[in-house]
């Protein structure tokens, strides 16, 4: 069965200090691994695609890694504005879907 | 350029009714996407619709439809509401594979 799973749930950083979440996957034929933020409320924000393994893209403070089991989200040096719900899909399997699969999300809180 | 939106922003409901969630796509994108979102979960797929028709299903019963219409603004419908439907509905809209989502429905169902 297609599932995706973050760690940790809950993530708690002081201002600066580097830290990475992790999403593990287990989809047949992976379409795209996606990072998304999403704030208390609000729908959620797209971040990076990752479609093979050893691909990396970056935006200011985050890094997204890949690998075929599992994609790291790196925050360096965070800002109390990196505060969020970080979620992760995969698109792929068995039946050659469009549809998003979603891991419960990692939330994160940066302190100052 | 309007991203995603989405009405109403939220909505409070009895058991039993029904209730009719709009969005509309991102300029350009051709296919939406619905998603339920339980508190504390990621969102779970329900359908989505290309050239209005529903391509793809997830594990959603009957009671919630939906329509797209020739201008790729979309609907969601769910007849018979229960307590279990109170979440937050997500439309995405995407032209290939990255989804962008609006900022949500937020049902709640008494």
């Known amino acids: 069965e297609d599932q995706v799973t973050q760690s940790p749930e809950a993530l708690r950083l002081q201002e600066g200090e580097s830290s990475s979440l992790n999403c593990s996957y287990t989809v047949s034929g992976l379409r795209g691994l996606f990072w998304y933020r999403q704030d208390p409320g609000k729908g959620p924000e797209f971040l990076f695609t990752?479609?093979?393994a050893g691909e990396e893209k970056e935006k200011e403070r985050l890094k997204a890694t890949l690998t075929k089991k599992e994609s790291f989200l790196h925050i360096t040096a965070p800002k109390p504005e990196d505060s969020a719900t970080y979620l992760c899909a995969v698109r792929g399997g068995r039946y050659n879907t469009d549809k998003l699969i979603f891991g419960t999300g990692t939330r994160l809180q940066v302190f100052p | 350029d309007a991203g995603v939106t989405q009405s109403p922003t939220h909505l409070i409901k009895t058991r039993g009714q029904q209730v009719t969630l709009r969005c509309s796509p991102k300029s350009g994108h051709d296919t939406v996407s619905w998603y339920q979102q339980a508190l504390g979960q990621g969102p779970q797929f329900i359908f989505q619709?290309?050239?209005?028709?529903?391509?793809q299903r997830g594990n959603f019963p009957d009671r919630f439809s939906g329509h797209q219409f020739p201008n790729y603004s979309s609907e969601l419908n769910v007849n018979a509401l229960l307590l279990g439907d109170s979440a937050l509905y997500l439309c995405a809209s995407s032209l290939n594979y990255e989804q962008y989502f609006g900022p949500g429905t937020r049902l709640t169902v008494t």
């Open positions: 990752l479609y093979s």
């Open positions: 619709y290309y050239e209005e028709e529903e391509r």
